[in-house]
């Protein structure tokens, strides 16, 4: 018989997301438009305390408006995290922008302040900066808001793996001019696809609103006077994000607890390091990974095989944008004169299952054959 899959990070369902589905289809509320939709935006303003909330389709999108409402396009200068998933960058590319990649610090394995100073000083006209929230951790937000407050550039914050964060009691996502989140399937809460863009912007949600469901002018015949995008959430899968926020503390929780587990099974073991955690900050502990350290003789690539061969999933750390030969061309600023951090997290580091239904006997299988490899 297969063996059962351990999952990296799978949907969780409970009950509320089916009710709110059927009530779609008992009312025929089956379009991007619908009362489950208008409901989703307030309860994330309300859950995020972001002031407004425009649903879409995905976190992508959302990127994409914030970047289309700063108003950047063609030459314009972007700043953005380097350790991420390509989802925070493409956008940029979209509009014609020309992205430069900011490294990480050890200490959260976010933006490293130092880095953006350095990047703000050879480019003072960036129109923006993306600064993405990784694993769930927040990034190093006073020091990153000063720098830009000063620099007078505005901040979209990435925070599609990081929804239920906080940083000094205020949720990840807020202190930008925007912030985004992903319901992707594989995020702390899911609609199978989805995204969020917040602000404190009224003026600015509205007309993402607009943007999103093709820019439509205010008239009977179709007119347009801008280009406009197919990017609305459909009421359906609004409906399983209601039913998923219910939830949200408890998927933290879980998520919390499993990085507990973690850390109490590899305390004793020199060689692991888990993922670092903002010590400002309340981290939802979307995905937890380890490095390796940099005298240990296994491999990341050795642990991820491992559990493979047992049907349990794992995943590199994301790979650098500096590395991606799509963005080969694009300036990169390090944390420091030794070197990229990102880079040298990429070469040692991995995630680890982090899904909330794997059981005790799940993780106790885990950790076994991750110290198995180390000989432990
Ligand atoms: C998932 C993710 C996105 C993209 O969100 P989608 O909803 O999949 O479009 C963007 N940035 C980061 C860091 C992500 O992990």
């Known amino acids: ?13 409970h009950v509320w997301e089916q009710k709110y589905v059927q009530e779609a289809f008992d009312t025929n509320w089956v379009a991007p438009i619908g009362p ?29 408006l914030a ?5 950047i396009g063609e030459g314009d200068i972007v700043l953005c995290s380097d350790l991420t998933f390509s989802a925070s960058c493409n956008p940029i590319c979209y509009e014609k922008a020309t992205p430069v990649f900011v490294d990480s610090e050890p200490g959260t394995w976010n933006m490293s302040p130092d880095a953006l100073r350095r990047a703000l000083k050879k480019y003072p006209d960036a129109k923006a900066v993306i600064c993405v929230h990784l694993y769930g951790t927040p990034a190093k937000l006073d020091e990153i808001m000063e720098i830009c407050r000063e620099a007078n550039v505005p901040v979209i914050e990435d925070a599609a793996e990081s929804l239920s964060s906080t940083y000094k009691g205020r949720q990840t996502g807020t202190f930008g001019r925007f912030g985004i989140y992903s319901f992707n399937g594989n995020k702390i809460i899911t609609t199978s696809g989805g995204g969020m863009l917040v602000s404190e912007d009224k003026d600015a949600i509205d007309h993402a609103r607009f943007l999103s ?29 209601r039913g998923q926020l219910k939830s949200l503390d408890l998927h933290k929780q879980l998520k919390q607890e499993i990085r507990h587990t973690y850390e109490k099974a590899f305390a004793d073991l020199e060689e692991i ?22 005298d240990c003789p296994v491999t ?21 944008m500096h590395l991606q030969p799509v963005f080969a061309d694009c300036d990169f600023f390090p944390h420091s004169e030794s070197g990229s951090v990102g880079e040298d997290i990429f070469a040692r580091g991995l995630c680890l299952p982090s899904d909330i239904k794997n059981t005790k006997e799940d993780m106790d ?3 076994a054959i991750v110290r198995g490899v180390l000989g432990k």
Do not use: F
């Open 273 to 294: 390091c888990l993922n670092p955690l903002n010590p400002d900050g309340d981290a939802n502990c979307w995905l937890t990974c380890m490095t390796l350290s940099p």
């Open 213 to 241: 469901t093709q820019a439509r002018d205010p008239a009977r015949h179709y007119q347009h006077s801008h280009v406009g995008y197919n990017y609305r959430m459909s009421n359906v899968v609004a409906a399983i994000g």
């Open 365 to 367: 299988q885990i950790i």
């Open 36 to 64: 489950h939709v208008n409901a989703l935006e307030k309860e994330m303003a309300d859950y995020t305390g972001a002031g407004y909330a425009a649903a879409l389709s995905a976190g992508t999108a959302a990127i994409h």
């Open 1 to 13: 018989m297969e063996k059962k899959r351990i999952y990296l990070s799978s949907p969780t369902m």
């Open 300 to 320: 990341p690539d050795q642990i991820m095989d491992a559990l493979e061969e047992e049907n349990i999933e794992s995943r590199p750390i994301w790979k650098p």
């Open 67 to 71: 970047v289309k409402l700063l108003g």
